[in-house]
């Protein structure tokens, strides 16, 4: 089985009736836990004795809540304190369709199960169908509303014993080697650098005028291009995958990433701030679905080592060349290494 989250949007009629819910749960949970944190125990409890406006399934959700957020008071020595509203439904009081989401609100002061309108893709209500549906957390961010259910979805089996190298990076943002032999470059990093130049400059000039609303809005959007840049890449790269018939993914130890990548001074800020984990992770996700393993290794020297004699060389500019007569281009040789790196821990990464 693989766990992963899909982030529905709803268009509430009365949005403030959610804005009230959601603040009463985070009052219900921090009230609770501070009850404890008193008591030195969590009380046993049922909804009869919680004074709440929440409906009787939500308000249970927020006892169990609270009872977790006590647990970890015990580990870290002190409360954690909710403070952005949410709203949880467990998986017995939502229903999810084509175009609505249906969970229980209270209006007038009367629970009803209330479907509201979202936008869905073919490939959420797909997942969604086959999954096993978990927890749904309502929120709101930007003005805007989302349903972001959690799902456990199984994964298939492939008897395919074919393995796959990937080397990331910034002016190749992957690079694929595959055991057959073959080489493929995905993305396009000069276009990367220069839209996040476009967002940089529209960021300095806002600055000057002094535009923090504008500000925020604009990183949000970078972050929604750059998520769908690394969605493209993972699903372009999982398709070649299948049709290379890879059994196993190998990536590089994103601990070592801003360390063993050559980078320029005017490019320090682009390798710091691009979403190698988020891409990491998509790229899993999709992997396991079909039974492909995704698996961590140790990236030091693999683009500096000869794949041929495993001597050490420098590349220049892009190219690498090695005095055995090994050549090629500079990412290629970190993707064949990476693929022939043996697993670091044996496990296969979290999606």
């Known amino acids: 089985m693989q766990t992963l989250t899909v982030k529905i949007r709803i268009f509430p009629t009365q949005p403030?009736?959610?804005?009230?819910?959601?603040?009463?749960y985070m009052r219900v949970?921090?009230?609770?836990?501070?009850?404890?944190?008193?008591?030195?125990?969590?009380?046993?409890?049922?909804?009869?004795?919680?004074?709440?406006?929440?409906?009787?399934?939500?308000?249970?959700?927020?006892?169990?809540?609270?009872?977790?957020?006590?647990?970890?008071?015990?580990?870290?020595?002190?409360?954690?304190?909710?403070?952005?509203?949410?709203y949880f439904v467990n998986n017995q009081n939502y229903t999810v369709s084509e175009n609505t989401i249906a969970f229980p609100i209270v209006v007038h002061g009367k629970t009803k199960k209330m479907a509201f309108h979202a936008i869905t893709s073919s490939r959420e209500m797909e997942l969604v169908r086959k999954a096993k549906l978990g927890l749904m957390r309502i929120g709101e961010k930007s003005g805007k509303w989302y349903a972001q259910i959690?799902?456990?979805?199984?994964?298939?089996?492939?008897?395919?014993?074919?393995?796959?190298?990937?080397?990331?990076?910034l002016k190749a943002p992957a690079v694929?080697?595959?055991?057959t032999g073959k080489t493929r470059f995905?993305?396009?990093?000069?276009?990367?650098?220069?839209?996040?130049?476009?967002?940089?400059?529209?960021?300095?000039?806002?600055?000057?005028?002094?535009?923090?609303?504008?500000?925020?809005?604009?990183?949000?959007?970078?972050?929604?291009?750059?998520?769908?840049?690394?969605?493209?890449?993972?699903?372009q790269i999982v398709n070649t995958a299948i049709q290379e018939g890879v059994s196993?993914?190998?990536?590089?130890?994103?601990?070592?990433?801003?360390?063993?990548?050559?980078?320029?001074?005017?490019?320090?800020?682009?390798?710091h701030s691009w979403t190698f984990y988020q891409l990491q992770q998509l790229i899993s996700y999709k992997a396991n679905l079909v039974g492909i393993k995704v698996m961590e290794v140790n990236s030091s020297y693999t683009s500096q080592s000869c794949p041929d004699c495993g001597a050490k060389n420098k590349a220049i500019d892009r190219w690498y060349e090695c005095s055995c007569g090994f050549k090629a281009h500079r990412d290629r040789v970190g993707a064949i290494n990476i693929m022939r790196q043996p697993v670091t821990d044996g496990n296969s990464l979290s999606a």
């Open 186 to 235: 995905f993305g396009n990093g000069r276009h990367n650098k220069y839209i996040r130049r476009k967002y940089q400059e529209r960021r300095r000039k806002l600055g000057k005028l002094k535009k923090l609303s504008a500000i925020r809005k604009l990183g949000n959007k970078e972050q929604r291009w750059m998520k769908d840049q690394n969605h493209k890449i993972s699903r």
């Open 150 to 169: 959690s799902l456990e979805v199984p994964t298939s089996e492939t008897s395919h014993q074919g393995i796959m190298g990937i080397d990331l990076g």
């Open 248 to 271: 196993i993914i190998k990536l590089e130890r994103l601990a070592n990433i801003r360390k063993t990548a050559r980078t320029s001074r005017k490019n320090a800020k682009n390798l």
């Open 176 to 179: 694929a080697m595959t055991s």
């Open 16 to 24: 403030n009736i959610l804005r009230k819910l959601g603040k009463e």
């Open 29 to 86: 949970v921090n009230q609770l836990t501070e009850q404890a944190e008193q008591l030195r125990a969590f009380p046993k409890i049922t909804t009869k004795d919680v004074e709440s406006i929440l409906p009787s399934a939500v308000c249970n959700q927020a006892i169990r809540d609270a009872k977790s957020v006590y647990r970890k008071i015990k580990k870290v020595g002190t409360r954690p304190v909710l403070k952005k509203p949410v």
